[in-house]
């Protein structure tokens, strides 16, 4: 019944809510992203116990620092076992690359297998009005540099990328099959846009070449969040 492909977003601040929530989806909902509100608030606690309970677990930190400090960070989270760790495409090519030799070597020398690590291109809550607040020229398109920030990504030894659904397909074709793309911003029909921009259904972004999905108030702020869910994945398996 479960897909791994859906990560619902754990976006609380107390361990309760995370295991309400999580003993509620039981069996439907395999992985989980855990991002800054719950670890800033819970801690490792929050990892160590959805590991404890056999779901995959990506830690959605977007670590934005330099090389150093990013590598060094990156490596005292990997005792926590998390399968999915990232970092921003904006701390640069040599960020990514230090983080991404550092944290395999870590791995190889505590001989537990590597998470994987992707990376942050452009937030999927940026539009095109706020775009051009951050200075970049009328003719420099989100797209271009999400697609950009990708291919650095992958030459730096990346697995993949955090990226909208309207990017995936562009990012698809640069990157190649094996990369992975995780899309946020995913919006079944007819459910709340919230503060995100750039936004598509389910079916729409594993089309456009996604490989997981982040999914977080559509299913946690639903009614009835086991049937959001279950609605997610009947939709991603007819894709
Ligand atoms: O509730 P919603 O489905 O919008 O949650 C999306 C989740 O994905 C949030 O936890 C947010 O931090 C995260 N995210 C995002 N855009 C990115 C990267 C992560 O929305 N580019």
Redesign the pocket.
């Known amino acids: 019944m479960a897909d791994d492909r859906l990560i619902v ?1 754990l ?1 609380f601040h107390h361990m309760e809510e995370v295991r309400e929530l999580v003993n509620k989806l039981g069996d439907s909902v395999s992985a989980y ?1 855990v ?3 719950l670890y800033y608030s819970v801690g490792r606690e929050a990892v160590i116990w959805l590991k404890d309970e056999g779901k995959k677990v990506f830690l ?1 930190l ?1 670590l934005h620092d330099i090389p150093n400090t990013v590598a060094s960070g990156l490596c005292s989270l990997m005792d926590l076992g998390a399968d999915m760790l990232n970092v921003h495409a904006e701390g640069g090519y040599t960020m990514m690359k230090t983080a991404a030799e550092r944290l395999h070597k870590a791995a190889e020398e505590a001989n537990v297998p590597c998470p994987k690590l992707i990376a ?6 940026i539009s095109e009005e706020e775009w051009a607040d951050l200075g970049f020229a009328q003719d420099v398109k989100i797209k271009s540099i999400a697609v950009r920030l990708a291919k650095l990504a992958k030459k730096a030894g990346l697995d993949g990328v ?3 659904p309207h990017e995936a397909a562009l990012i698809r074709e640069a990157c190649g099959k094996d990369f992975l793309i995780v899309t ?4 079944p029909a007819g459910s709340s846009v ?3 921009s750039r936004i598509a259904t389910p079916a729409a972004a594993l089309k456009n070449g996604a490989t997981h999905l ?5 299913v ?1 702020s639903a009614e009835d969040p086991v049937q959001a869910a279950k609605n997610i994945i009947k939709e991603m398996e007819q894709v």
Do not use: Y
């Open positions: 977003a976006d992203k991002g800054m509100e959605d977007k942050v291109t452009v937030l999927t809550s955090v990226a909208s946020p911003g995913v919006r919230d503060d995100q982040v999914v977080g108030r559509p946690r």
